[in-house]
T-cell receptor
Framework: AQSVAQPEDQVNVAEGNPLTVKCTYS??????LFWYVQYPNRGLQFLLK??????LVKGSYGFEAEFNKSQTSFHLKKPSALVSDSALYFC????????????FGTGTRLQVFP | EAQVTQNPRYLITVTGKKLTVTCSQN?????MSWYRQDPGLGLRQIYY?????VTDKGDVPEGYKVSRKEKRNFPLILESPSPNQTSLYFC????WGRGSTEAFFGQGTRLTVV
């Protein structure tokens, strides 16, 4: 069965420092991977995706993610965190060839301190 | 503007009183689904629909019903709500069979069953 894991419930980082939110996956075949962000009282917003090609994917709001096939990881990164980046982040994999649903991790709360 | 619209945003109801949460999308997407979000569990799919009149169970369908009479609408029905259905609900839409495309999410409906 396909799955994703987000090993950290919360990540704390100081404003201006680099941030990493971790995600590992388990799929059969090539993965279609996504990152979504949920701000308070808002829906999920798409950040970026990996389908194929370059292992470093750039997305919205200055975020990027690094796909690593050997480590089955898809970590979200940003060179310089902002207080406004504080939110709940979800990694997801698409159930391609199955129900087409998104399979989500449990989420990581990012707290950026001034 | 491309969007998924859910109503209501907040709902408090009593056990056993039937309710419907509406979802509408304006992107002509074939695929629509409902998820529930619970702390520590991430988002789990309740039901999905691949097109008009085609629906199927997701991972946690018990206690829910859906219908897809029009392409743009996908209401979620709780015929006899129970307290364990207290949760944050999201409707999502995307193209069907295009695993590389992202899903669009509504703003969420926070349901409390007392």
């Amino acid at each position: 069965a396909q799955s994703v894991a987000q090993p950290e419930d919360q990540v704390n980082v100081a404003e201006g420092n680099p941030l990493t939110v971790k995600c590992t996956y388990s799929v059969s075949g090539n993965p279609y991977l996504f990152w979504y962000v949920q701000y308070p009282n808002r829906g999920l917003q798409f950040l970026l995706k990996y389908i194929t090609g370059d292992n470093l994917v750039k997305g919205s709001y200055g975020f990027e993610a690094e796909f690593n096939k050997s480590q089955t990881s898809f970590h979200l990164k940003k060179p310089s965190a902002l207080v406004s980046d504080s939110a709940l982040y979800f990694c997801a994999v698409r159930d391609v060839g199955g129900t087409d649903k998104l399979i989500f991790g449990t989420g990581t709360r990012l707290q950026v301190f001034p | 503007e491309a969007q998924v619209t859910q109503n209501p945003r907040y709902l408090i109801t009593v056990t056993g009183k039937k309710l419907t949460v509406t979802c509408s999308q304006n992107m002509n997407h074939e695929y629509m689904s409902w998820y529930r979000q619970d702390p520590g569990l991430g988002l789990r799919q309740i039901y999905y629909s691949m097109n008009v009149e085609v629906t199927d169970k997701g991972d946690v369908p018990e206690g829910y019903k859906v219908s897809r009479k029009e392409k743009r609408n996908f209401p979620l029905i709780l015929e006899s709500p129970s307290p364990n259905q207290t949760s944050l609900y999201f409707c999502a839409s995307s193209l069907w069979g295009r695993g590389s495309t992202e899903a669009f999410f509504g703003q969420g409906t926070r349901l409390t069953v007392v």
